[in-house]
């Protein structure tokens, strides 16, 4: 389970990211830089992190018109990023673009290409919310749905959804879809602004492919007795 957990360095305190990542470094694989990660970190932080068998998940949530976001993409695959998210409302030009540029980074460097995710509906988003915001016509699931087609048919490896999510995301996108989901909160640490959430354990038997845990670990007083019970309760359940 140690290689489904993503640690979220939601912090621009480069010294704290140092000790979590030191804290942490046998225990989980997967660590995620997104804005105040990166700003603390830079280009400096893929080395580093590949130096100490890490994989990087850059979370910077690319939206813009297809020739930036096919650049900005391009360059992380160039620096070493094994997971990258662009937001899926940016339409299929802009992550088959941003595809696109992956493939032949990835092709021209000899590296694996990395795991292209599009961002379907931010956790912090209930349907309340949804419907007041968006004024779309559909409901909050079926725009999730809508928006993970899309990033299939555009070619990208999977999502970023909700764990309420995935099981109609399974069923219209299937099994080798990558499903990654944020809003994730132990039954011991507060939900805070996160409003479509599940437990770890949840998110597992729903088929989560990987869980994104952010501050119940890196805000605990003992970040590794976090994470260590983060994992055995995913473990109770495969």
């Known amino acids: 389970m140690k290689d489904r957990l993503i640690v979220a360095l939601?912090?621009?305190?480069?010294?704290?990211?140092?000790?979590l990542c030191a804290t942490l470094d046998e225990t989980v694989r997967w660590f995620k830089m997104g804005f105040q990660a990166?700003?603390?970190?830079?280009?400096?932080?893929?080395?580093?992190?590949?130096?100490?068998?890490?994989?990087?998940?850059?979370?910077?949530?690319f939206h813009d018109i297809p020739?930036?976001?096919?650049?900005?993409?391009?360059?992380m695959t160039k620096h070493g990023a094994q997971m990258i998210n662009m937001h899926a409302s940016?339409?299929?030009?802009?992550?088959?673009?941003g595809r696109k540029s992956a493939e032949s980074v990835a092709t021209e460097k000899g590296i694996p290409r990395p795991i292209l995710l599009g961002v379907t509906v931010l956790t912090s988003i209930d349907e309340n919310g949804f419907q007041q915001n968006f004024g779309s016509e559909r409901e909050l699931t079926?725009?999730?749905?809508?928006?993970?087609?899309?990033a299939q048919e555009a070619?990208?490896?999977?999502?970023?959804?909700?764990?309420?999510?995935?099981?109609?995301?399974r069923k219209a996108c299937g099994h080798d879809f990558v499903i990654v989901t944020p809003g994730i909160r132990p039954a011991w640490a507060s939900a805070g602004d996160q409003r479509r959430i599940t437990t770890p354990a949840e998110a597992i038997q729903r088929g989560a492919d990987y869980i994104v845990v952010g501050r119940p670990?890196?805000?605990?007083?003992?970040?590794?007795?976090?994470?260590?019970?983060?994992?055995?309760?995913?473990?109770?359940v495969s």
């Open 67 to 75: 020739n930036t976001v096919a650049r900005d993409v391009g360059m």
């Open 142 to 150: 079926k725009q999730v749905i809508y928006l993970a087609q899309l």
């Open 217 to 236: 670990i890196i805000e605990a007083e003992d970040p590794l007795e976090a994470t260590e019970m983060i994992l055995e309760e995913m473990k109770g």
């Open 155 to 169: 070619g990208l490896s999977g999502v970023v959804a909700s764990p309420l999510e995935i099981e109609p995301i």
């Open 38 to 61: 990166f700003s603390a970190l830079g280009m400096e932080a893929f080395p580093w992190f590949k130096q100490n068998g890490h994989k990087t998940f850059v979370d910077l949530k």
């Open 10 to 19: 939601d912090t621009d305190d480069g010294e704290d990211i140092d000790w």
């Open 90 to 97: 940016g339409g299929f030009e802009m992550m088959h673009a």
